[in-house]
T-cell receptor
Framework: GEDVEQSLFLSVREGDSSVINCTYTDSSSTYLYWYKQEPGAGLQLLTYIFSNMDMKQDQRLTVLLNKKDKHLSLRIADTQTGDSAIYFCAESNMNRDDKIIFGKGTRLHILP | ETGVTQSPTHLIKTRGQQVTLRCSSQSGHNTVSWYQQALGQGPQFIFQYYREEENGRGNFPPRFSGLQFPNYSSELNVNALELDDSALYLC????????????FGQGTRLTVV
């Protein structure tokens, strides 16, 4: 079945760039997403990319999609303490049941 | 602030009991999806409702059921609660089954003891 994999932890110094990587298995994915979850909170949609794009930039966030390798990354420039959270990679396929499939999340820890 | 509100925020139930969780969609959204997020895991799709009809279902038993009302708010009902049902339950609303702009509520934290 469809699967999304991502590393569980990432530590980055404040001011550096963070890069969170993700791989997925569904070659027919329509949308790829990045969600942020802070402790005790719900999910915040950070950004998404349509599968026919290879890059999307939104302020400090850059999403890169390599559709051939089924690899998605999220780069956060100038990482701040407020970026400390769990980041979920996810995908959906408009030809499949209408559901979003999530990875297990990457916990981003900011070092002073 | 996504405009999606869930109630209650926290709930404690006893094994075997029944629970109803509620979700109010963002204005203009006619599609609601429910997800279960166990501790340390990503959210898992339970089901989706589109214009009051179930539109898709994940790998959850029939004791998980739902409703969507004419105003597009929604309920998730779980019967015969088990300890493993303890989780954060999230609802997401979107427009016309589209998922590109699905907005999540803050969730209901259910603890089964």
């Amino acid at each position: 079945g469809e699967d999304v994999e991502q590393s569980l932890f990432l530590s980055v110094r404040e001011g550096d760039s963070s890069v969170i990587n993700c791989t997925y298995t569904d070659s027919s994915s329509t949308y790829l997403y990045w969600y942020k979850q802070e402790p005790g909170a719900g999910l915040q949609l950070l950004t998404y990319i349509f599968s026919n794009m290879d890059m999307k930039q939104d302020q400090r966030l850059t999403v890169l999609l390599n559709k051939k390798d089924k690899h998605l990354s999220l780069r956060i420039a100038d990482t701040q303490t407020g970026d400390s959270a769990i980041y979920f990679c996810a995908e959906s396929n408009m030809n499949r049941d209408d559901k979003i499939i999530f990875g297990k999340g990457t916990r981003l820890h900011i070092l002073p | 602030e996504t405009g999606v509100t869930q109630s209650p925020t926290h709930l404690i139930k006893t094994r075997g009991q029944q629970v109803t969780l509620r979700c109010s969609s963002q204005s203009g959204h006619n599609t609601v999806s429910w997800y279960q997020q166990a501790l340390g895991q990503g959210p898992q799709f339970i089901f989706q409702y589109y214009r009051e009809e179930e539109n898709g279902r994940g790998n959850f038993p029939p004791r998980f059921s739902g409703l969507q009302f004419p105003n597009y708010s929604s309920e998730l009902n779980v019967n015969a609660l088990e300890l493993d049902d303890s989780a954060l339950y999230l609802c997401a609303s979107s427009s016309d089954r589209g998922l590109s702009e699905a907005f999540f509520g803050q969730g209901t934290r259910l603890t089964v003891v």
